[in-house]
């Protein structure tokens, strides 16, 4: 069974800082991967994904992400918060298998960020 | 280009009523769809889905029923809704491909009373 853990409920950064969201899987097959960033009362807007192609992933608003399969890891960096980066991140894991393709998510990361 | 579109936003319904969401998607066919509930504090927890007409899969026994009459429409329901169903409604399609991501919709905040 696939699974997700994301260390770290709510992580606190100053504006100008280095965001780093931790994400590790549990997968029996090769994953794919993905991070969503949730603003308040909103949906979950896709950030990137890894699907087995560039292990070093970006996405939109500066953020990127490496696949690292020695350390069942998929981090989410950006090398400098801004207040804009508020919001929960989720990460997620879904794998090659079935015609449902259900992801399996984390229990997401709050990012604060201090002026 | 694909959009999703949730309704209503917001909604507030006495326990013991009954539910409907809607929820549509447009620009692509044969989507795969999707009923999210978020629950404060509690992530997101998968409701139903649909891998065509008619299709419903349901991943947890609860008060609540999907339907999807049309390719593109996919409905939440419920007969009696409870103190407990209070929360954040989603839904969200993908192309049913490997590798491709979940797209959501706005949601759905549910408070019951």
């Known amino acids: 069974a696939q699974s997700v853990t994301q260390l770290g409920s709510h992580v606190s950064v100053s504006e100008g800082a280095l965001v780093l969201l931790r994400c590790n899987y549990s997968s029996s097959v090769p994953p794919y991967l993905f991070w969503y960033v949730q603003y308040p009362n909103q949906g979950l807007q896709l950030l990137l994904k890894?699907?087995?192609?560039?292990?070093l992933v970006k996405g939109i608003n500066g953020f990127e992400a490496e696949f690292k399969k020695s350390e069942t890891s998929f981090h989410l960096t950006k090398p400098s918060a801004h207040m804009s980066d508020a919001a929960e991140y989720f990460c997620a894991v879904s794998y090659s298998g079935g015609s449902n393709y259900k992801l399996t998510f984390g229990k997401g990361t709050l990012l604060t960020v201090n002026p | 280009s694909q959009t999703i579109h949730q309704w209503p936003a917001t909604l507030v319904q006495p326990v013991g009523s009954p539910l409907s969401l809607e929820c549509t998607v447009e620009g692509t066919s044969n989507p795969n769809l999707y009923w999210y509930r978020q629950a404060a504090g509690r992530g997101l927890q998968l409701l139903f889905y649909?891998?065509?007409?008619?299709?419903i899969s349901s991943e947890v026994p609860q008060n609540l029923s999907a339907s999807r009459p049309q390719d593109r429409q996919f409905i939440l329901s419920s007969k009696k809704l409870l103190l407990s169903d209070s929360g954040f409604y989603l839904c969200?399609?993908?192309?049913?491909?490997?590798?491709?991501?979940?797209?959501f919709g706005d949601g759905t905040r549910l408070s019951i009373l």
């Open positions: 890894y699907t087995s192609a560039a292990t």
């Open positions: 649909s891998v065509g007409i008619g299709q």
């Open positions: 969200a399609w993908s192309s049913g491909q490997g590798g491709q991501p979940q797209h």
